[in-house]
């Protein structure tokens, strides 16, 4: 079935610096990736839905400066955190739905990001 | 706007017990509504899912009944086993691309 490997699966990093986490389709083209961040004790929340090729959407609050989020390519999606803070500590995973006979959603694992 | 409201966890329960988590949603229109598990160092993955009132989900001995008059799909399995042992998420979506998920419920089975 359809898989998506997410990477890291956790990162440490300090203050001020960025992080970049992806996400890859490994046996389908994924026309459409999603970013989710969960809080402890809170819903899994979207963030912003990116297209293969064009700029992503961000959700109503989400800083599109702060979470960059490149969808270069049918396989690849990255988020980056730049200027990384320790209230963007939060577990992140994305999502992606394919193209062609492939509609449905596939989770990757998740990142647990930790800013000290 | 639509929400999704799960039972806080952890649960934790003997081999063989009988499993309710409870899952409750607001939504202005007629969603269709979910359960995801994560096993440990896995993503999420779809378990069972309904579209409409009255439906019933099921897979792997879970199942979960839309009940539109009490806004409610309460995941429930009767004989839980240790490889259960996950986080679960309900869930609703109401249009394309749009996922509101609960904040999910740790189960840890105890054999």
């Known amino acids: 079935g359809a898989v998506v490997s997410q990477h890291p699966s956790r990162v440490i990093c300090k203050s001020g610096t960025s992080v970049k986490i992806e996400c890859r389709s490994l046996?389908?083209?994924?026309?459409?990736m999603f970013w989710y961040r969960q809080f402890p004790k809170q819903s899994l929340m979207l963030m912003a839905t990116?297209?293969?090729?064009?700029?992503?959407?961000?959700e109503q609050g989400v800083e599109k400066d702060k979470f960059l989020i490149n969808h270069a390519s049918l396989t690849l999606s990255t988020l980056t955190v730049t200027s990384a803070h320790p209230e963007d500590s939060s577990f992140y995973i994305c999502?992606?739905?394919?193209?062609?006979?492939?509609?449905?959603?596939?989770f990757g694992s998740g990142t647990r990001l930790t800013v000290v | 706007g639509d929400s999704v409201t799960q039972m806080e966890g952890p649960v934790t329960l003997s081999e063989e017990a009988f499993l309710t988590i409870n899952c409750t949603y607001t939504?202005?229109?007629?969603?269709?509504l979910f359960w995801y598990v994560q096993y440990p160092g896995e993503g999420l993955q779809l378990l069972l899912k309904?579209?409409?009132?009255?439906d019933k989900g099921s897979n792997k001995g879970f199942e979960a009944t839309y009940r539109k008059e009490t806004t409610s799909f309460h995941l429930e399995k009767g004989s839980v086993q240790v490889s259960d042992s996950a986080v679960y998420f309900c869930?609703?979506?109401?249009?394309?691309?749009?996922?509101?998920f609960g904040t999910g419920t740790r189960l840890k089975v105890l054999a």
């Open positions: 999502s992606a739905r394919g193209g062609g006979r492939n509609y449905g959603y596939t």
């Open positions: 046996d389908f083209q994924a026309t459409t």
């Open positions: 990116s297209n293969e090729g064009s700029k992503a959407t961000y």
């Open positions: 939504a202005t229109g007629y969603p269709s």
């Open positions: 309904a579209t409409k009132a009255d």
């Open positions: 869930a609703l979506s109401d249009g394309p691309y749009k996922y509101i």
